[in-house]
């Protein structure tokens, strides 16, 4: 399939996908004011030649803040982070020692429309790992983002979720050889293995797998029952690693945690169940921690993602539990990565910055947290080399707020821009002026 193909597919499968969200919510699509006016006649949004002179600049390696700096923004990327001249050729914009910070990962992203991605965006998300999504609608947004089309967040794809309950889901729609499973359960090796393959065939980057049934429903399987047989988790994992693909894997209760840790799975997401006995497993293995703490928080409010009579009833036990593993888990040295679980949608009411305020609460310092959803999710993800920090050679994915983050982490709730890929995503008004003149 040819790239022009390729996107445009990736278009109508959003268009669709989005057309529901836009006639319930005015204000679902992107910001005309902030996107739309600056692209160019092709669509495209432009990566301006800039220099944001005037800014305090958090190095999440460091830990410091390093004042009055210019950070130079060329063709998507950072050129230059430093003291000096800006160069001639560059637009010069002052931002008057605001603070401007990473951009934040999102690690578990379960947005299927174009809206879903604005909303991440605007919040500070320019890089999301998705966590399955309606058939395989985060690899449309994922190469409409590469191909400039949208200003981001940068997609991880997962797509089609391997779980013995597909033909509960409209992903049974999404490829013909899922067909089957519309009337059967996903069971026994060879039907896992082909879910994987296909996924790994149509261009994900990660797999998404289950070792539970859900923590907010009592339909399905239990939470704390196994979901797959080991037989069968194992064929996941070996199918993948055929693929050179990771595996995130879904799990609540203890017993399954462990056997998503002993089956290879490189993240446990959720864990909401999890003791001492599996973290001290995961850092021997090296498993990366997702726990989604705030989005069970939103578990006790009535209008979130996850509004259901059993989510209010365990939201108590398991804010608890997870209160104390997280701080106990950060003190072993586990990976434990920001992610809110949420399909951005208009009821969707937690962001980033909650897990990373909450990371504060139990524990972590506010350079920690911030490092667990920038640095330290670059790391685990094996983008470091891309995005993560603030350095000469990244993406220029950046945040501005007016306050230093590290003294008032509150204030990552309320950027007044976000650059993805040197796009800009959210352009504020502070009095009449916009932040970033001119865009």
């Known amino acids: 399939m040819s790239k022009l193909l390729k996107v445009v597919t990736a278009l109508a499968v959003l268009a669709l996908a989005s057309a529901p969200a836009l006639a319930q919510d005015p204000y679902a699509r992107p910001s005309l004011e902030v996107l739309a006016a600056a692209a160019g006649a092709d669509g495209i949004l432009p990566q301006p030649f800039v220099a944001l002179t005037g800014a305090n600049v958090v190095d999440v390696r460091s830990g410091s803040v390093l004042g009055d700096v210019t950070i130079v923004l060329r063709e998507g990327r950072i050129v230059s982070v430093g003291s000096g001249v800006p160069p001639a050729a560059a637009e010069a914009i002052d931002l008057g020692g605001r603070y401007v910070t990473p951009g934040f990962f999102e690690g578990h992203y379960h947005g299927s429309r174009v809206a879903s991605a604005h909303r991440a965006l605007v919040s500070g998300v320019t890089t999301a790992r998705s966590a399955s999504v309606d058939g395989f609608s985060d690899i449309a947004q994922r190469d409409l983002v590469k191909a400039g089309y949208l200003a981001g967040p940068d997609i991880l794809a997962a797509s089609v979720y391997v779980t013995p309950e597909l033909g509960t889901t409209d992903d049974v729609l999404a490829d013909p050889r899922l067909a089957k499973y519309l009337n059967r359960p996903v069971r026994g090796e060879a039907a896992v293995r082909e879910i994987v393959r296909i996924n790994a065939e149509r261009g ?123 701080r106990l888990g950060h003190e072993m040295g586990i990976p434990i990565l920001t992610a809110v679980d949420t399909s951005y949608g208009p009821e969707s009411v937690y962001r980033v910055a909650g897990e990373i305020n909450a990371f504060i609460d139990f524990g972590m310092s506010p350079i920690d947290a911030l490092r667990a959803a920038t640095i330290r999710s670059a790391e685990a993800y094996g983008l470091a080399d891309r995005t993560g920090a603030i350095e000469a050679g990244l993406e220029a994915d950046l945040l501005v707020f007016d306050r230093n983050p590290l003294e008032q982490p509150s204030v990552l709730h309320n950027p007044l821009a976000v650059l993805s890929n040197g796009r800009v995503g959210l352009n504020r008004s502070v009095g009449s002026v916009k932040v970033l003149p001119g865009y």
């Open 204 to 326: 994900v980057d990660w797999i998404k797998t289950r070792t539970s049934g859900l923590s907010s429903r009592t339909s399905g399987p239990d939470a704390l029952a196994m979901a797959f047989t080991v037989e069968e988790l194992a064929a996941i994992m070996d199918e993948a690693a055929r693929h050179g693909i990771p595996v995130a894997c879904h799990a609540h209760g203890i017993e399954v945690v462990i056997a998503g840790i002993e089956a290879g799975c490189r993240s446990i997401e959720h864990a909401s169940y999890i003791n001492e006995e599996a973290l001290r497993l995961m850092k021997a293995r090296g498993t990366l921690w997702v726990p989604t703490y705030i989005s069970v928080v939103g578990f006790e409010l009535p209008h979130d993602d996850y509004a259901t009579t059993i989510a209010r009833q365990r939201a108590p036990h398991i804010l608890e539990n997870l209160q104390r593993m997280i």
